[in-house]
């Protein structure tokens, strides 16, 4: 009973931390956007399912590790999250329901949180998984290499302990509200102490052959082709999961998997795009599931960093040209078909009680770019490249020339930025590199000038904005503080805004904090995404998350 109890309070509180900011411009108001009821067939089952048979999906590129609690990495997530389970699992409606904890309670007017964990939970080898697991995983993983958890539960935690091997407790500094939020698998994958403790988790061989509690277990993982999942019989939820096998194809190309998935080599596809989708649903041969939620993190904005390390960007008039020179609204028509919104705030419209609707974000403007370009010693002679003349750091003659590092699935984006950016003088130069790559190359090495990365924000700025801006998240962690920004006043908003309560006061102090951030534009913020997936009739039961094929079922 207790835990029935702890549920529903800090389900609704959950939905008051979305809902109270009284902003419905976006899909829905009531917190980050799920399942499209329009779509049709769409994923909700209509039949018993039935047991057996292989899923095969296909997914953009090579996650390269498989280790989720050390990196927000959309690839390795979309590869891994099958394998594991967090403390909690949260509904559509961002209703914290049991997973690994049994039931919690929330004291001490939320600086305490204890939880019970399920028992007779085994990792896929065989091992108990216990209180030791989620003490280890935080402080060894997630805390110094989750961007976000580092970000925001790192900021406040005061401690972990294990009163005994079925008990975790979290205590905080002082009362912390969104943690609820933050324990599903996305934010809080649990991996086994015994394989990890006492090693580099780095470099740790299980992070290519990882050992979950999750729904499905790994059998291979061949680099560049596919990873095979098998059942885990031993899965604490009872009956699940329905099918026998996962299959994940890697197959960079969009075209080729809309073409698999017709021919009937692939089952499901994370996401399609807009001309493919339209055919897709007039065929009627596909169900779909219109969503903001993905492996790896919901409400996500596509953004571009500048190198605040660079000379070159650390003139604010140079940033706030080059904004001004692209046009969003094509990046929303021309590499989204209209799925998702152009971004209007550096936090997303999916958290309404913290999005800002009336700031004053670089528009496009081609005149006024060229007139910031100039005033900032970026000079033009008829349409050649603009070199400098009197830039600070910058020796005169400089082309106005810079890398712009994507993945190769965001190829698209670089593509438009270019030749946007060719319009007012800039030359881009494109750098297209592989996730575990680009990681290193950005939050290590720190070797670019300008990149793009799809920022998840969830269901709370604490849990995927703050870790963007604050100067303790400027570091080798991956998809933290990608642009190395650092304003003391930015930072103190962020500390008055974890420690505040009260909603509408939280709200005021985002839209402060925004102001700010759109005077600094540390940032550019492109378009809100959405996902359309696409899977075959045959197969029913999907969710919108990692955990996609837990409950999935096919007939034959």
């Known amino acids: 009973m207790r835990a029935r109890s702890v549920v529903a309070a800090f389900g609704a509180a959950a939905m008051l931390l979305t809902a109270c900011g009284g902003n419905d411009s976006g899909p829905d108001a009531s917190g980050p956007r799920s399942a499209d009821p329009s779509a049709e067939p769409s994923a909700e089952p209509s039949a018993e399912p039935t047991r057996g048979g292989t899923l095969v999906a296909a997914i953009d590129s090579d996650p390269g590790q498989l280790n989720p609690a050390i990196t927000t990495s959309g690839a390795t997530h979309t590869a891994s999250e099958l394998v594991f389970n967090g403390l909690v699992e949260l509904t559509p409606e961002l209703e914290p329901v049991p997973e690994l904890a049994e039931s919690w309670e929330v004291l001490e007017d939320g600086a305490l949180y204890r939880f019970d964990l399920r028992d007779g939970v085994t990792w896929h080898d065989g091992r108990p998984f216990t209180s030791a697991d989620v003490k280890f995983t935080y402080e060894k993983m997630l805390l110094p290499l989750h961007s976000r958890t580092?970000?925001?539960?790192?900021?406040?935690?005061?401690?972990?302990?294990?009163?005994?091997?079925?008990?975790?407790?979290?205590?905080?500094k002082q009362p912390y509200a969104p943690l609820l939020l933050q324990l599903d698998v996305t934010e809080g994958p649990i991996l086994p102490m015994h394989l990890y403790e006492g090693t580099d988790v780095m470099k740790n061989p299980a992070n290519a052959k990882p050992v979950g509690t999750g729904p499905f277990k790994l059998?291979?993982?061949?680099?560049?082709?596919?990873?095979?999942?098998?059942?885990?019989?031993?899965?604490?939820?009872?009956?699940l999961p329905y099918l026998d096998e996962v299959v994940m194809r890697i197959v960079p190309d969009k075209g080729n998997q809309v073409v698999s998935l017709e021919s009937g080599e692939v089952d499901w596809l994370f996401g399609v795009s807009g001309p493919d989708l339209k055919r897709l649903k007039?065929?009627?041969?596909?169900?779909?599931?219109?969503?903001?939620?993905?492996?790896?993190?919901?409400?996500c904005i596509m953004t571009v960093s500048f190198n605040l390390e660079r000379p070159m960007f650390q003139d604010v008039r140079l940033r706030r040209a080059l904004g001004h020179a692209l046009d969003r609204e094509q990046f929303l028509e021309r590499v989204l078909f209209g799925q998702g919104r152009v971004a209007e705030a550096p936090i997303s419209s999916g958290i309404p009680f913290a999005y800002a609707d009336d700031l004053d974000l670089p528009e496009f403007d081609r005149a006024e770019a060229e007139k910031l370009l100039d005033e900032a010693g970026w000079k033009r002679a008829g349409t050649a490249t603009r070199t400098s003349s009197g830039v600070t750091g910058v020796p005169d003659g400089t082309p106005l020339a810079f890398d712009f590092v994507a993945f190769p699935t965001f190829s698209s984006y670089a593509q438009l930025l270019r030749a946007q950016l060719a319009e007012v003088g800039a030359e881009v130069r494109?750098?297209?590199?592989?996730?575990?790559?680009?990681?290193?190359?950005?939050?290590?090495?720190?070797?670019?000038d300008t990149n793009i990365i799809s920022y998840c924000n969830g269901a709370d700025p604490?849990?995927?904005?703050?870790?963007?801006?604050?100067?303790a998240n400027i570091g080798p962690v991956p998809f933290s503080n990608s642009s190395a920004y650092r304003n003391p006043e930015v930072d103190r908003l962020f500390e008055q805004?974890?420690?505040?309560v009260e909603t509408g006061a939280r709200t005021e102090i985002y839209?402060?904090?925004?102001?700010?951030?759109?005077?600094?534009?540390?940032?550019?913020?492109?378009?809100?995404?959405?996902?359309s997936r696409v899977f075959a009739d045959t197969c029913q039961g999907f969710g919108p998350s990692g955990h996609f094929a837990e409950t999935a079922f096919c007939s034959s």
């Open 219 to 239: 059998t291979s993982y061949a680099p560049g082709s596919e990873l095979r999942f098998a059942a885990n019989e031993d899965y604490f939820k009872p009956d």
């Open 511 to 531: 839209k402060t904090l925004q102001e700010q951030l759109v005077e600094d534009l540390p940032y550019l913020w492109i378009v809100e995404t959405e996902s």
């Open 497 to 500: 805004a974890r420690t505040t």
């Open 282 to 299: 007039e065929s009627g041969n596909f169900g779909f599931l219109e969503t903001a939620v993905n492996p790896g993190g919901s409400n």
């Open 462 to 471: 604490e849990i995927g904005v703050k870790r963007m801006f604050t100067t």
């Open 150 to 172: 580092k970000a925001s539960v790192g900021a406040a935690l005061a401690s972990i302990t294990t009163p005994d091997p079925d008990t975790v407790e979290f205590r905080f």
């Open 430 to 448: 494109l750098v297209p590199l592989e996730p575990p790559v680009f990681a290193d190359t950005v939050f290590k090495a720190r070797n670019f």
